[in-house]
């Protein structure tokens, strides 16, 4: 399945589609998210917990996930 990540890093909108077979989890979406937006930087290491957080550290704020394909 494919779904559209949308979220705003530092109050400007930005999206990015995601395989997964269900759902994503918050921490798979947060990790790609980190990737694609800080490519140079080590993936930090938290636990789910303190994942919403981070992103808020970060100056990423999820706001909607949503299938895009059902198809794989």
Same mark, same amino acid.
């Given at each position: ?12 909108? !930005?999206? =990015?589609?995601?395989? %997964? ?6 921490? /798979?979406?947060?990790?790609? +998210? ?8 080590? !993936?930090? =290491?938290?636990?789910? %917990? ?6 808020? /550290?970060?100056?990423?704020? +999820? ?10």
């Amino acid at each position: 399945m494919q779904w559209l990540i949308e979220y705003q890093l530092n109050g400007k909108d !930005r999206h =990015l589609l995601m395989r %997964a077979r269900s759902i994503p989890h918050i921490k /798979a979406i947060a990790f790609s +998210i980190y990737v694609r937006e800080f490519p140079e930087q080590p !993936r930090p =290491l938290h636990s789910s %917990a303190e994942v919403e957080s981070w992103l808020g /550290a970060c100056g990423i704020t +999820i706001s909607d996930v949503r299938l895009v394909s059902a198809q794989t």
